[in-house]
């Protein structure tokens, strides 16, 4: 079941979407998480599809390895969109079954939520999936620059998220091989009551923290050894260069927050 997750991995490929500067992507990845939630305007969801397709297109992410991995990410889009249908009032009544009432309102607000929630994780997928750690940190430390004048550790801060990306894709391989272990020993993961399902994971979560924290501690002691001491005074060996095609990606999503804030504005 954890096998296919592919959120926090890192696919190499020679595309467009991979030789961005990081700091381009992480603010096009900013502006359109925030932006895509401030309208429900049609041209702002099929603005905001169309700019997914394409960085879906021009990322050359095997397609088959991406469906693969957002299946796991499509029953938590299914259960959002059920939650929508079970709990809106409002609209005229499309079923009626006597325990559940189906609105149109509740259709059309699961069906955009879903709609949404999809196109922003393909679009923060996209951003993992083609910059590697080492990238992604000194993205967002630079990006974090203005707080480091009010004493804020930014690059330990940078660092740290970097390093819980870095490790989600090992975390879910260690759970995967810890429920294995577990039903070879007998533990049934799919069948009994919520409560029963629930004390099965117990087992798995136990050794997986045990685990966690053991390589996290070695993780320390190694950065320790090499003496790595993070913030002031420290040199990078890789520097970031902003490039023309980074202007235009930052011209285009400026372009689709301006229009958001436009057909917000009109109503």
Request: proline share 4%; net charge positive; aromatic share 10%.
């Amino acid at each position: 079941m954890f096998d296919n997750v592919i959120i926090g991995q890192f696919v190499p490929r020679e595309s467009v979407i991979h030789r961005l500067d990081p700091r381009s992507k992480l603010i096009a990845v900013m502006l359109f998480v925030i932006f895509l939630f401030t309208s429900r305007h049609p041209a702002v969801l099929i603005s905001g599809g169309l700019l997914t397709v394409t960085a879906f297109a021009l990322a050359n992410i095997p397609l088959r390895f991406y469906i693969k991995g957002m299946r796991f990410i499509a029953i938590i889009i299914l259960f959002t969109f059920i939650l929508h249908v079970i709990m809106t009032n409002e609209g005229t009544v499309l079923w009626d079954a006597g325990w559940l009432t189906v609105y149109t309102g509740g259709v059309i607000e699961g069906a955009l939520i879903g709609l949404r929630l999809l196109l922003l994780i393909i679009m923060t997928t996209l951003l993992t999936l083609s910059t590697t750690p080492v990238d992604l940190t000194d993205g967002m430390e630079w990006l974090m620059q203005p707080l480091a004048k009010t004493k804020v550790p930014t690059h330990e801060l940078a660092l740290m998220m970097s390093i819980a990306l870095r490790f989600i894709p090992t975390l879910l391989e260690e759970t995967s091989k810890i429920a294995k272990a577990q039903m070879a020993r007998g533990a049934n993961f799919s069948q009994g009551s919520l409560w029963q399902r629930l004390k099965a994971i117990v087992p798995i979560l136990i050794p997986l923290f045990v685990q966690a924290f053991k390589r996290a501690e070695d993780l320390a002691t190694a950065m320790e050894a090499r003496g790595y001491a993070g913030g002031d005074g420290r040199t990078k060996y890789r520097q970031l260069a902003w490039e023309r095609k980074d202007t235009i990606v930052i011209g285009v999503f400026v372009l689709f927050s301006l229009m958001t804030i436009i057909l917000q504005w009109i109503g």
